[in-house]
């Protein structure tokens, strides 16, 4: 019943026609959005079962970046299916057994029958994957200018690792959150950009040929650490104590300068009269830089984190040239009401911003989350070379296909493959019930399609294309999705089904419960029973 709870909440808010939810927490700051995995972990679920459909919508987040919303639906529809199973007097293992085996032919019969393939994959067709992806999104108005910039995005940050294989990492496409202008206003920008400006405004607003020096340390006033006293009697010896603090911060920023560092990054603070020896040496320095960040710029630069200027062998204080990055170009820039640092041209690694614009933090949160989920999306395409067509095309193929495949078996599994097969359209029905269209109607129209092209022989092309069928909800209609643009990737669906499969077998798996009581209570439990019986 928790489950089925859990999945009514998303339900509706599946597909291009889906609807929003506001959230509001306890502090009453509101979220709106129709991300499955934002709504789930916004929750505050206590059923143990429903917890396990919590953290599978996280892990669809973070594998795939997409399909949140569905795996929950589909999860819940599994587990429904198998406990009418049980009712009727099958055992769970059995049931298992059969979720096993139908997660395996579905995998099979997707890579063998459904997926597009590489030779098929354009730019176009990468294009098409992202503007799915925003088609439920806050974005959908605007998925061509989105989706554009988003593959450009991860065009630009392509790398090869150790092992030879190209990776598009999302995390060097970093978002950038600014108030004003409408949304078309968003930009993308070459390099990486931090919410940061100069520490001071007498140093340069612009560096090229840049050494970048990235340190974890406070840059103040050299401080005693608490409890250490130190007891004089005389005047001039206090104040040349204070003066020797103010020498050891001066020495700290000589040492950097001296090493070559023309731009330094400090994730603490920096003392005003610290930063009069960076102006006179002409250095950017920026304080109070969030830890990803300095993380993220040292690893694309090259620079690496120093936590302390200690040597281990001697204990002096020193700055090696070899810990400073480079970076092409360094410049403040002002956007909307902020300043913020651009990095251009690192060294390591390329990295991209996309600056978002909108009227208000609702808006401007929703567009971060669908960007974030169409990155992923293009990620997966660019990095596995294989779509499938969507709108309910996959799950009515593999549920004709699951259908006809458990009744070639003669064991008990043939009826949970059969729920295996109905449970899967539960998907297509949804999106059809969220678009407010016939859903017995479309999805008996697809199921006719897809037996017609699963049958047909090897000759019959036109009968072999009606596989990319799917549901056109804007006109309540079936269409060949691969030609309309309705695309996904691969990844998506078959990491869906697996984790799906996964957590209704895991839950299934459970036959009872044991709640453990707290020893405090189960002491005065005791203790009460015990004068009771007096």
């Known amino acids: 019943m928790a489950v089925t709870g859990l999945a009514n909440i998303v339900k509706s808010s599946l597909g291009p026609q889906g609807l929003d939810k506001m959230l509001v927490d306890d502090i009453g700051d509101v979220t709106i959005t129709n991300d499955g995995a934002t709504i789930l972990k916004q929750l505050?679920?206590?059923?143990?079962?429903a917890k396990v459909l919590v953290e599978l919508s996280q892990i669809q987040d973070r594998e795939v970046g997409d399909g949140t919303t569905s795996v929950v639906i589909l999860a819940a529809e599994l587990l429904r299916r198998a406990n009418d199973l049980v009712k009727n007097k099958v055992h769970a293992t059995s049931i298992m057994a059969g979720y096993r085996m139908a997660l395996k032919e579905s995998v099979n019969f997707i890579q063998k029958s459904l997926i597009v393939r590489q030779s098929q994959l354009t730019e176009e067709s990468i294009l098409q994957a992202a503007k799915t992806s925003m088609s439920s999104k806050l974005?959908?108005?605007?998925?061509?200018f989105f989706a554009d910039m988003v593959v450009r995005a991860m065009h630009q940050?392509?790398?090869t690792n150790a092992s030879g294989t190209t990776k598009y990492p999302v995390k060097n496409v970093h978002i950038l959150k600014t108030?004003?202008?409408s949304s078309k206003e968003s930009m993308l920008v070459e390099g990486y950009a931090i919410e940061a400006s100069r520490g001071s405004q007498g140093m340069p607003k612009v560096l090229e040929n840049c050494k970048v020096a990235c340190?974890?340390?406070?840059?103040?006033?050299f401080r005693l650490q608490m409890g250490v006293q130190v007891l004089t009697r005389d005047a001039e010896e206090l104040d040349k104590i204070r003066q020797k603090e103010m020498d050891i911060c001066k020495m700290r920023c000589q040492k950097i300068i001296e090493a070559g560092a023309n731009v330094v990054l400090c994730s603490r603070g920096i003392d005003d009269f610290a930063l009069k020896y960076f102006v006179e040496a002409g250095v950017i320095a920026v304080r109070r830089v969030k830890k990803f960040d300095l993380r993220r710029i040292a690893k694309s630069t090259g620079a690496k984190v120093v936590i302390s200027l200690a040597d281990i062998e001697d204990g002096s204080e020193t700055f090696e040239a070899?810990?400073?990055?480079?970076?092409?170009?360094?410049?403040?820039?002002?956007?909307?009401?902020?300043?913020?640092m651009f990095f251009e041209g690192m060294a390591e690694q390329s990295a991209q911003t996309i600056i978002v614009r909108g009227a208000n933090e609702f808006f401007l949160d929703e567009i971060e989350r669908s960007l974030h989920d169409s990155l992923c999306?293009?990620?997966?395409?660019l990095e596995s070379n294989s779509l499938v067509a969507g709108g309910g095309a996959v799950e009515v193929a593999l549920s004709i296909y699951l259908d006809d495949f458990a009744r070639t078996l003669s064991t008990r599994e043939q009826l949970a493959i059969a729920e295996f097969s109905e449970a899967l359209l539960v998907i297509p029905k949804t999106l059809s019930m969220n678009a407010a269209k016939?859903?017995?109607?479309?999805?008996?129209k697809l199921r006719v399609f897809h037996k017609a092209a699963q049958k047909a022989g090897e000759e019959d092309q036109k009968k072999r294309d009606l596989i990319y069928s799917g549901l056109d909800l804007m006109n309540g209609k079936v269409r060949d999705n691969l030609k309309a643009g309705v695309l996904e990737p691969t990844m998506s669906k078959v990491k869906s089904l697996k984790f799906a499969t996964e957590a209704a077998i895991t839950i299934l798996r459970i036959d009872d419960m044991i709640k453990l009581i707290d020893p405090e209570k189960a002491a005065q439990m005791a203790q009460a029973q015990a004068a009771g019986q007096m």
């Open 322 to 340: 070899e810990n400073l990055g480079t970076c092409a170009k360094v410049e403040e820039r002002k956007i909307g009401d902020w300043e913020y």
């Open 179 to 181: 108030h004003g202008l």
């Open 438 to 444: 016939d859903a017995t109607d479309l999805i008996a």
């Open 377 to 381: 999306v293009v990620k997966r395409v």
């Open 157 to 159: 940050v392509k790398m």
């Open 215 to 221: 340190v974890d340390f406070n840059l103040n006033k």
């Open 139 to 144: 974005l959908s108005a605007e998925s061509d």
């Open 44 to 49: 505050e679920v206590q059923h143990p079962a």
